[in-house]
C-alpha cells in the first residue's frame, strides 16, 4: 500500500495560482510514477499530468500544458501540481495517483496503482 494525502485545494480567484500537494508514506514513493487526475460535477475523470520516478519525463492533457507544472521531491516523498492561469473550467477535485512501474508517465487512470482521496480546487469567474 501506498498512502497518497493531497492537500492545497480551495477557492481561487480566475487567472490566479494555487499548487497541489501529494504527500505519500511509503518507503518506496522514489521509484513510482506520479499522476494528478481531475474529475468534475457529472464528468469523468480525467488525466491532468503525470511524471517518471526520476522526475526526467512528464506528460501533460491539453488542456493544462502551459499552465500547470508537475513536479516532485523524492526527499519528501511528495509531488506538486503548480497550477497556474486557473480558469473556471479547472474546478474539479484533484487527485494525485501512484504508479508501481515508474519509468513511464502514464495517462490512464487504470494505469495506476493508488489513489488519494482527492482535494477539492474551486476557481471562481
Known amino acids: 500500500q501506498v498512502p497518497l494525502v493531497e492537500s492545497g485545494g480551495g477557492v481561487v480567484q480566475a487567472g490566479g495560482s494555487s499548487r497541489l500537494s501529494c504527500a505519500a508514506s511509503s518507503r518506496t514513493f522514489s521509484t513510482y510514477a506520479m499522476g494528478w487526475f481531475r474529475q468534475a460535477p457529472g464528468k469523468e475523470r480525467e488525466f491532468v499530468a503525470a511524471?517518471?520516478?526520476?522526475?526526467?519525463?512528464?506528460d501533460y492533457a491539453d488542456s493544462v500544458k502551459g499552465r500547470f507544472t508537475i513536479s516532485r521531491d523524492n526527499a519528501k516523498n511528495t509531488v506538486y501540481l503548480q497550477m497556474n492561469s486557473l480558469k473556471p473550467e479547472d474546478t474539479a477535485v484533484y487527485y494525485c495517483?501512484?504508479?508501481?512501474?515508474?519509468?513511464?508517465?502514464?495517462?490512464?487512470?487504470?494505469?495506476?496503482?493508488?489513489w488519494g482521496q482527492g482535494t477539492q480546487v474551486t476557481v471562481s469567474s
Open positions: 511524471i517518471t520516478w526520476t522526475g526526467g519525463t512528464t
Open positions: 495517483a501512484a504508479r508501481a512501474l515508474g519509468d513511464v508517465a502514464a495517462l490512464f487512470a487504470h494505469e495506476y496503482d493508488y
